[in-house]
């Protein structure tokens, strides 16, 4: 059992938050969301987590500029104001829009019935159109949907369109652009919206980037306000180039320690989401600093503002710094200006973790709150296994599974599915060489342990899509080219699946009955070598 | 309190005052009169009509250029469900295909509006087979409702399927921000857990004026939080329609 370090002097969470909020250190105008106390107790196992300080600053008077956080800076510059307060509503100038297959068809309907059907968008640069979530499908509804927003941006000329059109092979053109002559290639294809995005160097700091698509908050590991928005805000973006957005508080997560080699950023945010519930950061900002923060790589802090919804949050960030700047040095070329927390900036709660403590953990059935170690999950028998989506299937992502196979040496016992997220990814898959493996590749690692080939990079079976989408959960039979074949078939409990993505309410990757266990790479990877949920200091220590 | 306001660039419209408010606190659940403001031939709820279907490929919603009563009352029989129903119960991914923006498709979107609630938990089905709307046109839930995804899907298809309103405890604020943009439904926060005191089947009153659910089956009056700098938004008929009243987008193209 870990070690206690809980800070003896602070009251309970629940006590401590409500204590926080709407004190006289804002401004009158402002109202905040208030969440729920939250109907579970903190899990005792979990101690390594001191209890959230909140920051008071004394009162201000209204001609003093008072400390900003990132985010209401960003906001503040993004709307042309000097000063902004949680709770004020402003018209926000947006940097970029981001939108995909299955929201883009119904953003540009809502444009041009409100802007006429003439209407041109308000910058064919700041549009970035990445079809991802049912590509490889014959669903005919999916296929109309891309054929639109390829319409859309043949008619208004839309500078980043990351097109398909040979849904029967994704590398078509990819790799031999000059050669492949063929009228279907696919130079352009990327994959998963958000993982494009940052390749494709369209996430800068200090900008504003809207994307229909509730895992925008991504794109907060930038240090850019980055948040998902339906339809209509997205038709009206379209137009006009502006929304109106509340700003939102901003809760501290102070994370410090060295990271220990068996966790991951999942095991970070799972313990983050676990301790404040999944509205416990309703209408706020999540902001993580620290020492381990620090020591993250862009993909890692990635995953980690990647759930920043799944806690209720409206955006995440994470402050710029070398290793942003290296990352976006070979992609971008457009300027950009960081914005940083003031040191007198005010936080609604600061909640402190030291790394070092920490365990792998999992999400249960059916919530991404329902959090509990891997190691306690030991018993639970798994079906599947499921590595992808813009949370668990990037690069790194497929170099630490590939690091628990190699360590181990042995084959899955459950089918594993592969889903890079973007072409990149893929490609990164096929070609990079995994450390300490004598030169062999993820793809190689992945044969020989058993696991399903890498598929084509989509959005895939994070959550389901059309019925033929490859690792969907649909009856209790795996899909793919892994025969399972199992002594005794349960069909309700035999759909438990292990996966690297965001989100296990019922119904999320398909049968209304299947058991999803939320995890980092390390853990999924170990848990198919078992056929149960496994901690991966099995295979890691 | 509602979150996502919309407030900056206007006096404030508050519901209870902009109309003639047409009715008074009920004494008793049986004598129910809800004269809507202008009188409409079939139902209680008195938002606007859709208008009939344009020949364009998409969806009219109530428009603000056309003379909209704003909502005054709702009245109709109530579904009940709990905490955190996200928007993959509400409207399952492998029904994203359809474009919202689609009258056709609007339709069908509505026919599967909750059909994501596990039957273990739900029994009672939202919609039965084969139906485009719902029998229950007002939906109380618990925490957290339309958590998870950004898919306007979710309250379009709620909106398809005849929900007028929804009364949660709290919301997902990405689901209460489409609700507000689309005024699809109307969301409201009710200040106890009517999840645990109505039940799918009673019939309810809701009068925005009053903030009060009236539980008819149950004989019980229930305080909802007023809707507060969302009103206006809602009241325009959604985003565009406030922004035109603010003088912030031109006039719809004809």
């Known amino acids: 059992m870990a070690s206690a370090a809980i800070a003896s002097s602070s009251s309970s969470f629940i006590n401590q938050r409500r204590n926080d909020v709407g004190l006289s250190s804002f401004s009158p105008n402002t109202s905040f969301y208030l969440s729920n106390a939250k109907k579970k107790m903190v899990s005792k196992n979990i101690v390594s987590v001191m209890a959230p300080q909140s920051q008071r600053t004394p009162s201000t008077t209204g001609s003093v500029k008072t400390g900003m956080t990132m985010t209401e800076k960003i906001l503040a510059r993004a709307s042309e104001k000097p000063q902004l307060s949680p709770g004020e509503n402003v018209w926000v100038n947006v940097d970029i829009l981001m939108t995909h297959d299955v929201c883009g068809p119904g953003s540009i309907g809502i444009f041009k019935k409100e802007f006429g059907q003439n209407a041109k968008v308000w910058d064919r640069e700041k549009l970035v159109i990445i079809p991802d979530h049912y590509i490889f499908t014959k669903d005919e509804r999916a296929n109309r949907n891309v054929d639109i927003l390829r319409d859309f941006c043949n008619e208004q000329n839309i500078k980043y369109f990351y097109d398909i059109n040979d849904l029967g092979n994704f590398k078509a053109g990819t790799f031999f652009p000059h050669h492949d002559l063929t009228p279907h290639a696919n130079p352009d294809y990327k994959g998963v919206c958000h993982v494009a995005l940052a390749q494709e160097g369209h996430c800068r700091p200090g900008e504003v980037l809207l994307g229909t698509d509730s895992h925008t908050c991504t794109a907060g590991a930038f240090g850019q306000f980055a948040t998902g928005i339906g339809n209509t805000d997205a038709g009206f973006v379209l137009g006009t180039g502006k929304l109106l957005l509340k700003v939102p508080p901003t809760l501290r997560f102070v994370m410090d320690g060295e990271m220990p080699d068996y966790l991951l950023a999942k095991d970070l945010i799972l313990q983050i989401i676990g301790e404040i519930s999944v509205s416990g950061a309703t209408y706020k900002s999540m902001e993580f600093v620290g020492s381990t923060v620090e020591s993250l790589s862009m993909e890692e802090r990635m995953t980690l503002c990647n759930m920043v919804v799944e806690a209720g949050g409206k955006n995440g960030v994470i402050p710029a710094d070398a290793t942003t700047y290296k990352y976006l040095e070979d992609k971008t070329s457009l300027p950009y200006e960081a914005l940083y927390s003031d040191e007198k900036a005010r936080f609604l709660s600061e909640y402190r973790f030291d790394i070092s403590k920490l365990e792998p953990l999992v999400a249960k059935p059916h919530s991404p709150d329902n959090r509990a170690l891997a190691r306690e999950c030991k018993d639970v028998k798994i079906d599947r296994v499921y590595i992808g989506s813009c949370t668990g299937g990037k690069t790194e992502d497929f170099l630490a599974a590939a690091k628990v196979f190699l360590a181990s040496g042995k084959k899955v016992k459950v089918p594993t599915f592969l889903v890079p997220a973007t072409q990149k990814v893929w490609m990164d898959v096929y070609s990079l060489p995994v450390p300490g493996s004598g030169g062999k590749t993820c793809s190689q690692i992945f044969e020989e342990a058993g696991c399903d080939t890498p598929a084509s990079p989509s959005c895939g079976a994070c959550l389901g899509g059309p019925k033929d989408t490859y690792a969907r959960m649909n009856e209790a039979q795996a899909s793919g080219t892994f025969l399972q074949i199992r002594q005794e078939i349960n069909t309700s409990s035999s759909l438990v699946c292990v996966s690297t993505t965001n989100r296990n309410f019922p119904g999320r990757m398909g049968h209304k009955e299947g058991q999803i266990y939320l995890a980092s790479p390390y853990t999924a990877a170990a848990s198919a070598l078992t056929g149960y949920v496994t901690d991966p200091r099995e295979f890691l220590q | ?254």
Do not use: W
Request: with cysteine.
């Open chain 2, 1 to 254: 309190m509602a979150a996502a306001t919309f407030s900056s660039l206007h006096h404030k419209i508050s519901v209870s005052n902009s109309i003639n408010k047409a009715f008074h606190p009920q004494s008793s659940p049986n004598l129910i009169k809800l004269p809507s403001k202008t009188p409409r031939p079939s139902s209680f709820n008195s938002i606007s009509p859709k208008p009939t279907l344009s020949p364009l490929s998409t969806r009219p919603r109530a428009a603000a250029d056309d003379v909209a009563a704003p909502a005054t009352a709702f009245h109709g029989v109530c579904y009940v469900v709990g905490d955190n129903i996200d928007t993959d119960q509400i409207i399952p991914a492998e029904y994203l295909t359809l474009v919202p923006s689609n009258p056709e498709e609007y339709k069908k979107l509505g026919s599967f509006a909750l059909i994501g609630l596990p039957a273990a938990e739900y029994p009672t089905r939202f919609m039965t087979g084969g139906e485009f709307t719902s029998k229950y046109s007002i939906l109380i839930a618990g925490d957290n409702f339309g958590c998870g995804s950004s898919r306007e899907h979710a309250p379009v298809a709620l909106g398809a399927a005849g929900v007028k309103a929804v009364v949660a405890e709290s919301y997902a604020r990405i689901f209460f921000r489409n609700s507000v943009s689309t005024g699809e439904v109307y969301p409201l926060e009710s200040e106890k857990r009517l999840c645990e005191e109505c039940k799918t089947g009673d019939v309810i009153t809701i009068e925005l004026g009053d903030s009060l659910l009236i539980n008819h089956t149950s004989g019980k009056e229930y305080k909802l939080k007023p809707v507060g700098d969302v009103g206006p938004v809602i009241e325009a008929g959604g985003i565009f329609a406030y922004a035109r009243k603010a003088g912030m987008i031109p006039s719809r193209a004809v």
